[in-house]
């Protein structure tokens, strides 16, 4: 409604004597119209300076951040980011480029190697394997792998000379999904067992063993320690893919490709890189060793040539630690499905008690990871965070001294990659990029400070 003020004929004052209420009232009307745009115009500002609860100057401030912290210094390649919250993508950044030798521009679509961010998929597949009952947590390991019924821990001596002692008790299934299984990885560098794995290659990716070599090579290797004592980063949820595959009667990667990528719509998300989508797979790099945070100063050096890499052929062991390349959009998919309590767009793959259960702390005694783990490396080992059945999860936030919520889930990969999941803020971010090692540089603790920082209305806060 609006008044052209020009267009008004004068009045007399016997008129105004006449009409004093009616015009009144029409003066109040005026008068909310006037306040009312005014509200109006308020609010379209707010929505115009913030989604979905977020500040959007603050968002964009993320993406300079990125930018102008990693990607213009020449300290990451390139870089894809995205927040999800309440519903909608409230950011989405690509940034850099995909190939640095060749110059190829990093696309939304680009294929990246997620390595760790593997462990998530391969724990929601045997969980759904528990909900149907056919396996349990508290099931010991070698009732299906009777080969490991007699490990000992590691008490002396290297390979042929080890000497062991007797287990505490059984490793169980539990001890796979939480990493208090005893195992470790060779990459570890602390004792005579990961020495032993590094000598054996036990579990390296593109080797020419199965996982049923695997399988075999640990049969003949003590424990770090026993089962339940302590937390260790480890093969154990490459050891979990092989037990999907025994108990679902189908191998490993047939069972997460038709059970899992397939229902949630997942078409990028695979083992290798076939031939018809190798143009959009990113190169990797590497600024150190793994889990060193010391940088070279010699910059990045490309570790993996995307047109030569063995990522391009199916791999013979398929690791359900750390095998699968995939996307933005898909690991995004995968993510929902978790915010949502397991189910997305009418597919249901877990129940909410199973997600409940899998995000709680489940480290003996209510500890946290430093207060448990022996691993010279992890991809989580803040203060407040205990571990849950495939994920690490926050147990008292302010022990962080990160923001965040209780409750809230994450877990990320080798070459810099991460995701968190926080269902308290409805929010998810995802972050890829392809720089070894992940420890290198504190990304992940700047990105939960600026996402968390983008929020202007927090939970329970009106819509």
């Known amino acids: 409604m609006s008044l052209d003020v020009a267009c008004v004929a004068p009045v007399s004052v016997e008129f105004v004597k006449k009409n004093d209420m009616t015009i009144r009232s029409w003066a109040g009307v005026f008068a909310a119209v006037t306040v009312n745009r005014q509200e109006q115009g308020e609010y379209m500002d707010t929505q115009s300076r913030e989604t979905q ?59 990246f190697r997620i390595y760790s961010m593997t462990k998530p998929v391969t724990s929601v597949a045997l969980m759904m394997l528990v909900e149907e009952c056919r396996i349990a947590l508290d099931d010991p390991v070698s009732k299906y792998i009777p080969s490991w019924e007699k490990l000992g821990v590691y008490a002396g001596g290297f390979m042929e000379s080890f000497q062991t002692r007797p287990v505490a008790r059984p490793m169980l299934v539990i001890d796979l999904l939480r990493h208090t299984s005893g195992l470790t990885y060779g990459f570890q560098q602390n004792t005579n067992v990961d020495a032993a794995y590094r000598k054996l290659k036990v579990g390296d990716l593109h080797t020419e063993d199965t996982l049923d070599d695997m399988i075999e090579k640990l049969a003949g290797l003590p424990l770090e320690f026993s089962p339940g004592d302590a937390w260790n980063y480890s093969l154990s949820t490459d050891v979990l893919g092989y037990l999907v595959g025994k108990v679902s009667g189908m191998p490993f990667d047939t069972f997460v490709q038709e059970r899992i990528f397939d229902p949630l719509g997942m078409v990028d998300t695979g083992f290798h890189v076939p031939p018809e989508k190798a143009a959009r797979f990113c190169a990797c790099y590497s600024i150190g060793q793994l889990g060193s945070k010391v940088v070279s100063t010699d910059g990045p050096v490309l570790v993996d040539d995307p047109r030569t890499s063995p990522y391009l052929k199916p791999p013979r062991l398929v690791s359900g630690g750390g095998g699968l390349v995939s996307t933005a959009a898909d690991y995004m998919r995968f993510a929902r499905m978790l915010l949502q309590g397991g189910e997305l767009d009418g597919v249901r793959l877990l129940a909410p008690k199973t997600l409940e259960l899998m995000t709680a702390n489940h480290l003996p005694g209510g500890a946290d990871l430093p207060r448990m783990s022996r691993s010279m490396f992890s991809e989580a080992a803040y203060d407040g965070v205990g571990f849950g059945l495939g994920f690490a999860t926050t147990v008292t936030p302010a022990t962080t001294m990160l923001p965040g919520s209780a409750g809230d889930f994450f877990w990320g990969g080798a070459a810099s990659t991460y995701f968190w999941v926080d269902p308290q803020e409805e929010l998810i971010a995802l972050f890829l990029t392809q720089m070894l090692p992940s420890s290198a540089y504190p990304l992940r603790r700047q990105l939960r400070t600026l996402v968390y920082s983008a929020i202007t209305e927090p939970k329970g806060a009106a819509r």
């Open 53 to 111: 609860g977020m500040c959007r100057e603050r968002l964009e401030r993320i993406e300079r951040f990125v930018d102008e912290t990693y990607i213009a210094t020449g300290k990451l390649p390139g870089a894809l980011l995205q927040v999800w919250r309440r519903g909608e993508l409230t950011l989405n950044s690509v940034l850099g480029l995909a190939d640095r030798e060749r110059q190829v521009p990093l696309a939304e679509n680009s294929i």
